[in-house]
């Protein structure tokens, strides 16, 4: 049983709200992720402002994955004792880079000592075309965005005790904010792909109450990375000329992985959080 899946269940039958990548209220949209040291990341495998640029591009994947513009973030960080003055600078820095590239003004939080480096995020967004989860129909395309897998390859790396480049997946997520905004009109619906794309594969069909038939096999060294922070995406086949056509003028490239069908997908990936 996915425990995570199981929690969140618990207060489904509570609100209309919850089951996509933010809760929609209107043209507003609330997501929040976590940032966890041991858990999402080491702080010797990263700088402080690699963490604090990471923890926001995270969170704004959420906006972007729903076709939201993101607008105001507030901040909850628990800093350790041992953090220098100088790591609270470049940590602050990081998180401030990741927020002015993309027009959000930080508004508030709290902050609190702690024995580790944790960061939380909320992310207020606006959406006139929202993308949501439901929508999937029988024999939709599904399909993602760039190139899969090299962020569990890298966490494989960071693992053994090696060394990745400040450009990998695993450090700086790519964002395909202007393929969503372009393509929204023809997308059925999607997410982003943060527990793998099988993982998130299995959301999409269990929002719908469909399955899928892949395409073809995929590894499940592809198939179960996580952190991608990739887009999923579903449309109909008489729109994948125009996905592709959105696909070449945004430079982003598009693999078609499946279709969906009546039944159901269970994805049997490993939880990839260490």
Not at 225 to 247: C, H, K, V, W
């Amino acid at each position: 049983m996915n425990t995570e899946n199981y929690f969140i269940s618990t207060f489904c039958s509570d609100s209309t709200h919850i089951g996509d990548d933010g809760a929609t209220l209107g043209e507003w949209v609330y997501s929040k992720d976590l940032f966890f040291e041991n858990v999402h990341f080491k702080r010797l495998w990263m700088s402080p402002y690699q963490i604090g640029y990471k923890a926001m591009i995270v969170n704004i994947s959420d906006a972007i994955a729903m076709n939201a513009i993101p607008k105001y973030a507030v901040l909850g960080v628990a800093l350790p004792k041992s953090m220098t003055l100088h790591q609270m600078d470049e940590l602050s820095r990081g998180i401030q880079a990741a927020a002015r590239e993309y027009g959000i003004e930080i508004i508030g939080g709290d902050t609190i000592a702690n024995y580790k480096l944790d960061l939380s995020v909320t992310i207020i967004s606006k959406a006139q075309k929202p993308l949501h989860r439901k929508g999937l129909k029988v024999g939709d395309i599904i399909a993602y965005t760039g190139e899969i897998g090299k962020s569990a390859r890298d966490l494989r790396y960071l693992l053994s005790g090696g060394r990745v480049h400040s450009k990998s997946r695993f450090i700086s997520p790519t964002l395909r904010q202007s393929f969503v905004a372009h393509a929204r009109r023809y997308l059925r619906c999607g997410m982003d792909i943060s527990d793998g794309l099988f993982s998130d594969i299995g959301k999409l069909c269990n929002a719908n109450k469909m399955g899928v038939r892949f395409c073809k096999k995929i590894p499940d060294k592809i198939g179960c990375s996580g952190e991608e922070y990739e887009m999923l995406i579903a449309f109909s086949p008489s729109r994948l000329n125009t996905i592709r056509q959105i696909a070449a003028r945004t430079r982003t490239r598009i693999t078609l992985v499946a279709r969906a069908r009546r039944g159901r997908f269970i994805p049997r990936c490993k939880a990839h959080h260490f």
